[in-house]
């Protein structure tokens, strides 16, 4: 059994999502913990580990060779998916970014527009922004779970394009699939996310006029505070 580098929860739930087998390329990889950890794992076929900054990808490098799978994994100094084209890959892990860069970095490469691409999203902030663009533009998220690491919840989302553009609901959007999860990591990301939609709804009702989104997110908050108290 090769040594394994130790992931925190956060890190290891993202793994989960990663299919047997696959070839997967992590963008914005920093340490390079979770490709050394599939491949070391044997989890993965192969990997690229992406960074868009040379000491990033020196530390992965470094990883890499610390755990015995620098043979495994490719090394890929470029922004987003750039240094990636069609079929290079078949699940890609963008994780620990805003939720508007990660969407930025799938919308700009046309090629991800294939079914048969899987992506594990891990934002960091405007998971809102992140799910509505994945909607609007046809991707589908297959699978959402949240997780508590370092006392802060985080959602991890595994996405594919089916075509089927649509417009979420506030709920939607602000919560995805884990509105009706009992975990306990789930109801800690409710309430962090109702956290925000209050500031959001008091910086709405400033407004004169607050307008269709301040009806939509007051109820919503509503709904996630009874939800979180019950
Ligand atoms: C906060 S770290 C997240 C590391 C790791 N993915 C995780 O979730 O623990 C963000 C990493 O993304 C890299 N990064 C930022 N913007 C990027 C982009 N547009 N393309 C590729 N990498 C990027 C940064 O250099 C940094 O190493």
């Known amino acids: ?7 925190d929860a956060r890190l ?7 299919r047997e087998g696959a070839r997967c390329a992590d963008i914005g990889c920093d340490h390079g913990y979770l490709v050394a950890w599939l ?4 989890k993965i076929s192969a990997g690229c580990a992406c960074d868009i900054n040379r000491k990033p990808l020196e530390k992965a490098a470094f990883t890499l060779s610390e755990y015995g799978v620098a043979d ?3 090394l890929i100094l470029c ?12 699940d890609i892990v963008i994780a620990g970014m805003g939720g508007d860069l990660i969407w930025e970095i799938i919308g ?3 090629w991800t527009r294939d079914p048969a691409l899987r992506f594990v999203l891990q934002p960091m902030t405007k998971s809102e922004r992140l799910r509505r663009s994945l ?5 589908d998220i297959l699978r959402e779970e949240a997780v508590v690491s370092g006392n802060f919840p985080y959602a991890v989302m595994q996405a594919a394009y089916t075509g089927r553009a649509r417009t979420l609901t506030p709920a939607e959007a602000y919560c995805g699939t884990l509105l009706d999860d009992p975990s306990p990591a789930a109801r800690r990301y409710l309430a962090k996310t109702a956290r925000l939609i209050r500031e959001r709804v008091e910086g709405l009702g400033r407004a004169a006029s607050p307008g269709a989104e301040y009806e939509e997110l007051r109820a919503l908050l509503k709904e996630l ?3 979180c108290t019950a």
């Open 1 to 7: 059994m090769e040594r394994l580098p130790k992931l």
């Open 108 to 110: 700009k490469a046309s």
């Open 12 to 18: 290891l739930t993202i793994a989960s999502m990663v």
């Open 225 to 227: 505070e009874s939800r």
């Open 79 to 90: 922004a987003g998916l750039d240094g990636l084209s069609a079929g290079g890959a078949d």
């Open 39 to 42: 491949a070391a794992q044997k």
């Open 135 to 139: 909607a609007e533009n046809g991707f």
């Open 72 to 74: 495994r994994v490719k």
